[in-house]
Every structure is written in structure tokens, then in C-alpha cells.
């Protein structure tokens, strides 16, 4: 009979299981596989050192994490009548695309709500909701109306580079920026000092002599029987 296959020591696990908050919409599995592939790069010995490896797998997250948020931030911010980085062509277009998902009137306020007032006001000028029976030939006439729309002004296809750039800076304010430095900063202070650590850890284990793990053997002989067992 075969004997079992032996466990891999670094285990991904998933959800509840993982002793690192996961926030919603990210992938605990990338964060495992993270943690596992500077397990194998450090090979940590003993709970000091993993614990000092799992630091660094939190600290690298949480710089990808930033990242995320901030790219987040600066779509919401596209979509913001009320902000300076605010697309009007790409709301446009997503109004029109999320148009034929409503069944309902309160649906299609809300889409209407997301989109600038000088947008709305041509809207419901040009499509009020009393000139049709039915929602389905409302939001008919509105996607005619919106089209109008992007077709006069404008562009399809990505913002030249100029324009982009200049979006961006209307979302990455100097405050933004250096908000982001001082935690990358942060960061960096912590993930230089679990490298320390796990340096200090390893070469206090160089010190101890043979002598001292074979006393401490012998004064524990079944130290290690409940582990076996």
C-alpha cells in the first residue's frame, strides 16, 4: 500500500480560512500564491522566519492594494458630474450601453442622475418621459438622443495622450500624490524591517552551538512524540 503524498508546507487557502483580511473584489488566491512564492525565494525556517516572510507578502499586497484603489478612485472620478476628471463622452456611452438593462422608470432616473445637468436637461428636453406609453419607447428615444450626442461631440476611440494625461492630474492632485508617498514610504520602512528581522533571526541561530541543541535534546526527549503522533 502507498503511503500519502506529503503535504506541501505553504498551503494557499482561500476565504475565511486566510489569516489576512481579503476585501472584497480580491483574489485571496493571488495573495496566497504571493505569500508562497517569497516562501520558496526566503525558504523560512521555523515560525520567526515565516512570520517575518508573511510580512513582506502583507507589505507587497498592500502596495499592489493602493494601486487598485487608486485606479478605482480615478474611474469613479471619470463618472463624477461634480469632479474635474469627469468624461462626459464615456458616461454618455455607458449610459447608453446600461439603458437597455432597465425595465422600469426609477431605473432609468437613476442612470440619468449619473450624468452631468446640462446632460440630463438636453435629455429629458428632448425625450420626456410623458411623450411615451411605455419605458421600453422611453429608453428607445433616449439611446437615439444619446447617440445624437456622442456623435456631435465627439470622439470614439481612446483621449489623445494629451488629454488623458490631463485627466489624470485633475484625479492625482498634489495631495493625492503625496499621500501616496508617504505610504509607499511606510511601506517600504516595514518591509525593510521584516527583511532585517529575518536576517537577525538566522544569524542568532549561527551562534547557538551544536553543544546547546544536543542539551536541549536531551533534556527534551518527547518533545516531539504528540507531532509524530
Given at each position: 500500500?502507498?503511503?500519502?503524498?506529503?503535504?506541501?508546507?505553504?498551503?494557499?487557502?482561500?476565504?475565511?480560512?486566510?489569516?489576512?483580511?481579503?476585501?472584497?473584489?480580491?483574489?485571496?488566491?493571488?495573495?496566497?500564491?504571493?505569500?508562497?512564492?517569497?516562501?520558496?525565494?526566503?525558504?523560512?525556517?521555523?515560525?520567526?522566519?515565516?512570520?517575518?516572510?508573511?510580512?513582506?507578502?502583507?507589505?507587497?499586497w498592500r502596495k499592489?492594494?493602493?494601486?487598485?484603489?487608486?485606479?478605482?478612485?480615478?474611474?469613479?472620478?471619470?463618472?463624477?458630474?461634480?469632479?474635474?476628471?469627469?468624461?462626459?463622452?464615456?458616461?454618455?456611452?455607458?449610459?447608453?450601453?446600461?439603458?437597455?438593462?432597465?425595465?422600469?422608470?426609477?431605473?432609468?432616473?437613476?442612470?440619468?442622475?449619473?450624468?452631468?445637468?446640462?446632460?440630463?436637461?438636453?435629455?429629458?428636453?428632448?425625450?420626456?418621459?410623458?411623450?411615451?406609453?411605455?419605458?421600453?419607447?422611453?429608453?428607445?428615444?433616449?439611446?437615439?438622443?444619446?447617440?445624437?450626442?456622442?456623435?456631435?461631440?465627439?470622439?470614439?476611440?481612446?483621449?489623445?495622450?494629451?488629454?488623458?494625461?490631463?485627466?489624470?492630474?485633475?484625479?492625482?492632485?498634489?495631495?493625492?500624490?503625496?499621500?501616496?508617498?508617504?505610504?509607499?514610504?511606510?511601506?517600504?520602512a516595514e518591509l525593510?524591517?521584516?527583511?532585517?528581522?529575518?536576517?537577525?533571526?538566522?544569524?542568532?541561530?549561527?551562534?547557538?552551538?551544536?553543544?546547546?541543541?544536543?542539551?536541549?535534546?536531551?533534556?527534551?526527549?518527547?518533545?516531539?512524540?504528540?507531532?509524530?503522533?
Amino acid at each position: 500500500m502507498k503511503s500519502e503524498e506529503p503535504k506541501r508546507f505553504y498551503e494557499v487557502k482561500f476565504g475565511a480560512e486566510a489569516e489576512f483580511a481579503i476585501l472584497p473584489g480580491e483574489n485571496p488566491l493571488e495573495f496566497e500564491l504571493l505569500h508562497t512564492r517569497l516562501a520558496e525565494e526566503w525558504a523560512p525556517d521555523g515560525p520567526l522566519e515565516e512570520d517575518a516572510v508573511y510580512t513582506m507578502a502583507k507589505c507587497i499586497w498592500r502596495k499592489r492594494r493602493y494601486q487598485r484603489f487608486n485606479a478605482a478612485r480615478n474611474t469613479a472620478a471619470k463618472f463624477d458630474p461634480g469632479h474635474e476628471a469627469y468624461d462626459e463622452q464615456e458616461s454618455l456611452t455607458v449610459f447608453r450601453h446600461l439603458l437597455l438593462q432597465q425595465t422600469n422608470d426609477e431605473g432609468v432616473i437613476q442612470l440619468l442622475s449619473r450624468l452631468a445637468g446640462h446632460l440630463v436637461d438636453y435629455l429629458r428636453d428632448k425625450s420626456p418621459r410623458r411623450n411615451f406609453k411605455t419605458v421600453k419607447a422611453w429608453i428607445k428615444a433616449l439611446r437615439h438622443e444619446t447617440l445624437k450626442l456622442l456623435s456631435q461631440g465627439i470622439r470614439f476611440g481612446p483621449l489623445p495622450a494629451e488629454a488623458m494625461i490631463t485627466q489624470s492630474a485633475a484625479f492625482l492632485t498634489d495631495e493625492v500624490f503625496a499621500r501616496e508617498l508617504e505610504f509607499e514610504k511606510r511601506l517600504e520602512a516595514e518591509l525593510k524591517e521584516a527583511c532585517n528581522r529575518l536576517f537577525e533571526i538566522r544569524a542568532a541561530k549561527r551562534r547557538i552551538q551544536f553543544r546547546e541543541i544536543q542539551r536541549f535534546e536531551r533534556r527534551h526527549p518527547t518533545r516531539l512524540i504528540g507531532i509524530i503522533r
